[in-house]
């Protein structure tokens, strides 16, 4: 059960001291003595004090909210991947006296609206989600002198900002490489839209894996779409139905995979067994899945926690609206390869 939280006057009755002292206290102004400081964040976390973002932005002068652009074209940016990136992200902006502001814009508009919301500031920093290799709203904020942080990478030469991003080239090695090792040489890539930076790299991994043993990855066994079920299944009966079906598939998502499986069960085949399956897993909330045998879940899959990853990015945010003069911050997180059912050796009437 949840305790009761107290507000700004509370807490400064409950301690002696003036609201402006504790607000100052709390917000780091360098005219609060440490000792002072200390003993306000202790009883602010003993009494459950939840910061006023309005209260908040009178005292440091800041509008302590984070701006969301999200741009939607033929690529939805709004999907349960994008979701769970906001509820980590939120959990870090509420902790710390933050609001979020989300603005969905049409593609043609997504630029102003950066320059509208820098220019008036109505928010204290950007997360950019989805980045293309060559991203023009890097640049752009990078001269609008305005906190940001990139989820995900591009292809600039010029790195100086903020990013954290999953190393999704060497996932994707690891994981066509692990197929590669059981005997697997037909297969198919189910990837996301190539324009967008990740599924690039995937790709990129995908075909190095290949090219290191003198081998040439299938062309026409690789696809980038909308990461989304029917996606999935459309290509699931393709070229499961082929004569020449692949004999391993990598997905860049769960959500193909759902589709990919229900094309599987309408043509007869079983995973692990007759198509070997590899997918990178998000975590995504709607799908924790306890589907287990004897401790060994389903899917064959790269792990990496886009919940976790809204997480880290907000606060790696909040770090750069504090101190504005630091380093950038570029961090690469390595996805967990984990075993299940969904991989085996090359079924025996393709030897």
């Given at each position: 059960m949840s305790?009761?939280?107290?507000?700004?006057?509370?807490?400064?009755?409950?301690?002696?001291?003036?609201?402006?002292?504790?607000?100052?206290?709390?917000?780091?102004?360098?005219?609060?003595?440490?000792?002072?400081?200390?003993?306000?964040?202790?009883?602010?976390?003993?009494?459950?004090?939840?910061?006023?973002?309005?209260?908040?932005?009178?005292?440091?002068g800041k509008a302590r909210t984070i701006g969301h652009v999200v741009p939607l074209a033929e690529h939805m940016m709004i999907n349960p991947h994008f979701s769970d990136f906001l509820a980590g992200a939120g959990e870090v902006y509420a902790r710390s006296g933050y609001e979020m502001l989300i603005r969905?814009?049409?593609?043609?508009?997504?630029?102003?609206?950066?320059?509208?919301?820098?220019?008036?500031?109505?928010?204290?920093?950007?997360?950019?989600?989805?980045?293309?290799?060559?991203?023009?709203?890097?640049?752009?904020?990078?001269?609008?002198n305005v906190p940001f942080v990139v989820h995900g990478r591009c292809s600039h030469a010029d790195s100086n900002f903020s990013f954290m991003d999953v190393n999704n080239k060497e996932a994707f090695r690891r994981a066509t490489d692990f197929l590669l090792d059981l005997g697997h040489r037909?297969?198919?890539?189910i990837n996301g839209l190539e324009t967008m930076n990740f599924a690039s790299?995937?790709?990129?991994?995908?075909?190095?894996?290949?090219?290191?043993?003198?081998?040439?990855?299938?062309?026409?066994?690789?696809?980038?779409?909308?990461?989304?079920?029917?996606?999935?299944?459309?290509?699931?009966?393709?070229?499961?139905?082929?004569?020449?079906?692949?004999?391993?598939?990598?997905l860049s998502s769960m959500l193909p995979a759902i589709g990919l499986v229900r094309a599987m069960g309408e043509l007869g085949l079983k995973a692990g067994e007759d198509v070997s399956i590899i997918v990178f897993d998000d975590q995504?909330?709607?799908?924790?899945?306890?589907?287990?045998?004897?401790?060994?879940?389903?899917?064959?899959?790269?792990?990496?926690?886009?919940?976790?990853?809204?997480?880290r990015v907000a606060e790696m945010l909040m770090e750069q609206i504090n101190t504005p003069d630091a380093e950038p911050i570029h961090e690469l997180w390595e996805a967990e390869f984990v075993l299940g059912r969904s991989t085996g050796p090359v079924p025996p009437r393709t030897h």
């Open positions: 305790r009761e939280t107290v507000n700004l006057k509370q807490l400064a009755a409950a301690l002696g001291l003036s609201q402006t002292t504790v607000s100052r206290a709390l917000n780091g102004f360098p005219e609060v003595s440490e000792r002072t400081r200390e003993r306000v964040v202790a009883a602010a976390d003993k009494l459950n004090y939840r910061p006023s973002a309005s209260a908040a932005s009178l005292a440091t969905v814009v049409s593609a043609e508009d997504e630029l102003g609206v950066y320059r509208d919301l820098a220019r008036t500031g109505r928010v204290d920093g950007f997360v950019v989600h989805g980045p293309l290799s060559d991203d023009p709203r890097i640049p752009l904020l990078s001269s609008l037909r297969m198919a890539l790299r995937r790709r990129q991994g995908f075909e190095e894996a290949f090219e290191s043993r003198g081998l040439e990855a299938d062309a026409e066994l690789i696809f980038g779409r909308d990461m989304v079920e029917p996606y999935g299944y459309e290509v699931g009966r393709t070229v499961l139905g082929a004569p020449n079906r692949p004999t391993a598939i990598l995504l909330s709607f799908l924790q899945s306890s589907d287990t045998m004897r401790g060994v879940p389903f899917f064959t899959v790269m792990r990496s926690s886009i919940r976790a990853a809204g997480q």
